[in-house]
């Protein structure tokens, strides 16, 4: 048959490099790129035992169709957690999602026309640029400092620009590891309330803080119902279940509600009630507590490599939280040439070059990598590797 004529969202989305983070893998492949869990701590009995329970007590409800919004008593259990931290939304505000992603999607849906104007961190997560990418708008690059993104110039852009989304990362920034500060924090909602915004904060490393002070959420803070905001269970539980969460406003989340409808109808109800039942019968608590340690110890695994091998003229940040750092070379350097030519054919590793973390695809000479999934040995060769052909291409570079 004749080729069928696509819609352009199709070659938007086609080019994100998303694809990538989840790749085919060959046996002896390290791959850095994905932020995927460390499989070591997914609870696999107690999931188990979990789905042995709710299919024996109440199996056939779990196995029917329900409603958009999600299991009732999972929203509940999220409330009273969220109560704690002040976030101030009760069942009502919460939509169960297929993961975060999910959430990414619906939002973008919900706001962006062709053409409108987007405020993204300079670098941002490429999921998130993957999910807006079918709604075709207009990007604006706010650089991030230490301290998360420069607000100077995002009031630049908010004075000339009419704005319909600002999306952030506020915890362990993805791809960075950076963290907003307090400060920041309060400034961004001052400003969003100034100029008419809605922030779309996407926290799934909320939890996974390991060292330093736990800051309010962007939802806590916000006094005009203008933050929607994404959680995850898929870092803290198991990615397998694919569920989420997003909280909003009453008049938001009805209208998302109606696209979740024309999406899926439901994520899946079976799954939902058998993380219920899971947080009902474990200590939730005890298991982020565990969490955190291993990623702090993969972390500073990860960190004692680069500090051994790494060759002069790299940086690289030092995350208090979450699953990755950021690694910057010389500003000739090409990481995503270098990857595709050199380290994933011949090294047998792969990581997130910085090109597809940036709306503009103008940053060359980082990377982002992560440190959640493998053990010591493994992280360590690695991160040989890697630096192994970053000098080899440095001093390349020079004798040129």
Do not use: C
């Not at 048959?1 to 989840?22: F, H, V, W």
């Not at 362990?172 to 915004?197: C, D, H, W």
């Amino acid at each position: 048959m004749d080729q069928p004529q696509l819609a352009t969202r199709t070659t938007l989305t086609s080019q994100t490099g998303l694809e990538d983070l989840i790749p085919d893998l060959t046996d002896d492949t390290i791959s850095f790129a994905g932020g995927l869990p460390d499989p070591a701590q997914f609870p696999k009995q107690a999931i188990s035992d979990s789905f042995q329970r709710v299919l024996a007590n109440n199996g056939l409800d779990a196995l029917q169709y329900h409603n958009a919004k999600g299991y009732l008593p999972l929203r509940e259990q999220l409330a009273e957690r969220l109560d704690q931290e002040n976030y101030q939304v009760n069942a009502d505000q919460i939509l169960l999602t297929q993961g975060a992603q999910q959430g990414l999607d619906l939002v973008a849906k919900l706001l962006l026309n062709k053409g409108d104007h987007v405020i993204v961190e300079a670098p941002t997560y490429v999921g998130a640029l993957a999910a807006f990418a079918a709604y075709e708008p207009h990007y604006h690059e706010i650089p991030l400092e230490s301290d998360g993104m420069d607000l100077v110039q995002l009031n630049k852009v908010l004075l000339t620009q009419k704005i319909k989304i600002i999306y952030t990362v506020p915890n362990f920034q993805n791809p960075t590891g950076i963290v907003m500060s307090l400060a920041k924090r309060q400034q961004l909602i001052e400003l969003a309330n100034r100029y008419n915004v809605i922030i779309l904060e996407d926290d799934p490393y909320h939890y996974l803080r390991f060292v330093g002070e736990t800051l309010p959420s962007l939802k806590s803070l916000d006094t005009q119902g203008r933050v929607i905001s994404l959680g995850s269970f898929s870092k803290i539980l198991a990615p397998g279940l694919r569920i989420g969460w997003l909280l909003a406003a009453e008049p938001l989340l009805k209208q998302i509600r109606y696209l979740k409808d024309g999406a899926d109808l439901e994520s899946p109800t079976l799954t939902q009630q058998v993380i219920s039942d899971y947080l009902l019968h474990n200590d939730f608590d005890a298991h982020l507590e565990v969490l955190r340690k291993d990623y702090l110890q993969k972390r500073n695994w990860m960190l004692a490599a680069l500090k051994q091998y790494l060759p002069a003229g790299f940086s690289y940040t030092q995350p208090e939280g979450g699953f990755f750092l950021w690694l910057t070379g010389p500003a000739d350097l090409n990481f995503e040439k270098l990857l595709r030519e050199q380290i994933a054919p011949q090294e047998h590793l792969l990581y997130v070059p910085s090109t597809h973390l940036y709306a503009s695809n103008s940053v060359l000479n980082s990377a982002r990598i992560s440190y959640a999934t493998y053990d010591q040995a493994t992280i360590d060769l690695g991160v040989s590797k890697l630096s192994q052909a970053l000098a080899r291409e440095v001093s390349h570079s020079r004798a040129q």
